[in-house]
């Protein structure tokens, strides 16, 4: 009989094989069981590596899940000239819509916003992503919306305020917590560090706050249009400069160029030139921009005979400068009060529990004039330049609470 060799061969090597297997199962069963038995005296177990162990339904663990975002458009534009709001909203559904998630464009204040973020959750579990406000604000008030419906503006003081009062609460870490990013782009408020912190403080609960940031800088948006309808949208940023005078009393630009020269004295810019249009005539050209920063005061006396007569100009002044706790808001706002133009009315004030107290309400007015420059990057061709769209991790241009 002829033998085959072969055949032995391949017999020994699938009996080989099969021992082999059966002995790397054995060592991989009991690595296991040690695993487990150590991670469940330590109160953990990793569901990746537990066999034969009975379903948990009070335990579903969530792993590896993307977290959801969304974008807050939170005004509306009543004006013809400035369409802040429209173009922003242009912008994040033409060039982030999968990016920024579900674009929100109705709620109006920050506990609008928080009820959204409640009642929307994803459901998966998993707290918000990155959560962007796009709304109106600056450097010296902080944010252009209110707390709650026909509530005070968003300023640091009132959000701090609004919390310790329960007039506002931090939202669960189930909704917000310390990995969720709150963008705000809003005109310069990262230079507002108080501002940046309160909004911490109001979204989140102590040790789970927000990684909070903001623009240093403008921002804006243009798009370009086709049969009235936008076709593509670009975000800007723009570097400022500012001078301060008195609202309803503006000096004429040789006497602003000289207020921006004496602030900015190292600056090679034609002041003159940029005050005499409001829009740029190409990127990267100067322009300016005005707004109102509004001082709203209330005082309240026992009766109205000690309510005092401000009938002249020394009198105003007089008790301007006795308003202690005014004068330490004005400082935080770093605009001169020579700046403010003030009116004074006799009235009475009502209290939330129904009280009716004399008082005098001052109001105040300064206006920034603010020129503006797109930040832009050279580039080969007509244009000569494009604009500059930094990340929001990047700490040169948006800022962080905290930082």
Known sequence: MKKHPEKYYLGFMVIFLLILLVSLTVKLNNEIKVLASTNSSKGEIETAFVFNIEKDETAKPVVNLKRPNITFIMGEDNGKKNFYYTEAESYYRLNEAEASGTLVTHCRSLEEVQQYLIEHKAKSGQPWGRVNMVLHSNEWSGLGVPLY????RATAAS????IEEEELFPLSPTVVDEQTELILYGCGLGRNEMALEAIAYVFGVPGHEPIVRSTRYFVYYESQRYMGRPVSSQKYLADYWYAFYKTGYRPGDIKLSR??????????MDWRD?????????LGDTYHHTFRVPVVWWVTYPDEDERPELSTVAAQKEWLANQDELQDVIADYNISEEYFNWTFRETTYESADGTREPAIKAIGFSTILCVLQALTIPVEGDNGAMAL????TDTLYFAVAGN
Not at 149 to 152: A, D, F, L, M, V
Not at 159 to 162: D, F, G, L, P, R
Not at 389 to 392: F, G, L, M, R, S
């Open 274 to 282: 940029a005050l005499t249009r409001t829009e740029p005539r190409w």
């Open 149 to 152: 419906p026909q509530g005070p």
């Open 259 to 268: 207020q921006m020269n004496e602030r900015y004295p190292d600056e090679n």
């Open 389 to 392: 769209e930094p990340a929001v």
């Open 159 to 162: 959000m701090v305020e609004a």
